[in-house]
């Protein structure tokens, strides 16, 4: 069988780095044929704090994706996140410039650029500028209009940003990796992209990307991102606490949230004990499991909570009958589904990365959202440039026979 082309998605999170190699075939199906994970080092709520730690971390994970797929990594798809990710929706109007009215790619073009015009504070940096519907002539919800006919062309986007030098020293560590960063990818975006289906999509739907430092919000409607924002808060904040509770080293309290964590004190009972070393290792404590979920229920409910008031505070006027979908790392605390249901009043599921091929028995964690996600943006674009390239060919060959006819007569 053919080989399909390799696709790779690089996401630098706050606990872990993962590099995800893809194969995508003719029909953008994706196989994912390798990866690396590695605890990260060098990264705090999603942003760069020693340029050093991440870039070997980054180097490491991609060792591991590149032995394990059998592919040389030169660079791939990077996710972006961190608190000062912020988005805006914008609109913008050009005329259609061709004279018999049918509109052209260039049109297109010019109507995205015009979007983009935003004030921006100097220190700030276009991450994403997502086209949610085009309008021809007042007619809505178009989403392809070249070859349309038509006299002004609108468009409606949604602006991702982010600070310049936050996202100057990721890329910094990535070079300093050996990794080219072919396009930046709103973390939350590619998580969406790997977790949600088409139809939750369409009827409005919130990803809740739980990880470790961060979370990551993105509100999809009409099939495409309405609203994105990052709080910097995420599981190692219920690591933290759980450590200070228990009086145990981080790593113990790591390791006693993964297995034995709940966030329903119902669910347990004070006959469940588990045994906990103290700071030192000299003690050894019994402690309820309830204990434990006491001390982790109050955390994850704040983190809900700080979702819920986000999106309150969006000002988005439909009603989100495709709920929430909760999935990075901290989705996988036992109970978070009953607790997020009692919180937003509205429907939640977790949320695995499915739609791929492959390695799918590591892969479809959530853990791995965003870097699934990342392959499936990649693929996506993979076919938007091949669509473009036929589209430009096309397009010259008929201007060469126009000017061929011109030169005859
Ligand atoms: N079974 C589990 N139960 C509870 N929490 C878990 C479980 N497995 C992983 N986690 C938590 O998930 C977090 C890591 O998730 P993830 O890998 O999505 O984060 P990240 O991408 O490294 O960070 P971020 O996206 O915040 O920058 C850690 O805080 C970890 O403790
Ligand atoms: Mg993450």
């Known amino acids: 069988m053919a080989r399909g082309s ?35 080092a060098g990264i705090r709520k999603g942003t760069v704090i020693d340029i050093e730690s991440t870039a070997r971390s980054i180097e490491e994970a991609i060792e591991k994706a590149e032995q394990m797929s059998g592919r040389p990594i030169e660079g791939g798809f990077l996710g972006i996140s961190g608190p000062t990710v912020s988005s805006l929706n914008n609109r913008a109007v050009v005329a259609v410039a061709n004279p018999d009215k049918e509109i052209t790619a260039e049109d297109v073009e010019r109507v995205l650029q015009a979007a983009r015009v935003v004030p921006l504070p100097p220190d700030r940096q276009i991450i994403h500028v997502i086209p949610r519907q085009f309008i021809v002539d007042g007619n809505e919800n178009i989403l392809d209009p070249v070859g349309m006919v038509g006299t002004r062309l609108e468009v409606e ?16 560590c990535c070079e300093r990796a050996g990794f080219r960063v072919q396009e930046l990818v709103l973390n939350a975006y590619a998580s969406g992209e790997a977790v949600l289906f088409p139809a939750e999509k369409e009827l409005g739907v919130v990803v809740v990307d739980i990880g470790g430092g961060t979370t990551d919000i993105a509100l999809f409607d009409q099939g495409s991102l309405w609203y994105t924002s990052v709080l910097p808060i995420g599981g190692s904040y219920i690591t933290s606490d759980l450590a200070v509770g228990l009086r145990t080293p981080l790593n113990n309290a790591e390791e006693i949230k993964k297995e ?24 050894v404590y019994r402690v309820p499991k309830k204990m434990i979920a006491e001390i982790i229920q109050p955390r994850v409910q704040e983190i809900l909570s700080l979702v819920k008031n986000q999106l309150e505070k969006t000002g988005y006027p439909g009603l989100l009958p495709g709920g929430i979908v909760l999935t990075g790392g901290t989705a996988l605390t036992q109970g978070i589904v009953e607790l997020a249901t009692e919180e937003f009043q509205k429907p939640v599921r977790l949320g695995f990365p499915e739609s791929v091929s492959g390695l799918t028995d590591v892969v479809q964690s959530p853990i791995f959202a965003t870097g699934v996600g990342l392959l499936m943006y990649a693929a996506k674009r993979r076919g938007q440039m091949a669509k473009e390239s036929e589209n430009f060919s096309w397009r010259s060959m008929m201007t060469r026979i126009k000017n061929w006819f011109k030169d005859l007569f």
């Not at 004070?270 to 030192?280: L, N, T």
């Open 6 to 40: 390799t696709i790779v998605g690089l996401d630098v999170g706050s606990t872990k780095v993962a590099v995800l190699v893809g194969e995508v075939s003719e029909d953008g199906q994706v196989q994912v044929i390798g990866f690396g994970l590695v605890p990260s």
């Open 157 to 172: 986007t949604h602006i991702v940003t982010g600070n310049q030098a936050a996202i100057q020293n990721l890329l910094k």
């Open 260 to 283: 034995h964590g709940c966030t329903l004190p119902a669910l347990t009972s004070e006959s469940e004990i588990i045994e906990v070393s103290s700071v030192g290792g000299k003690d």
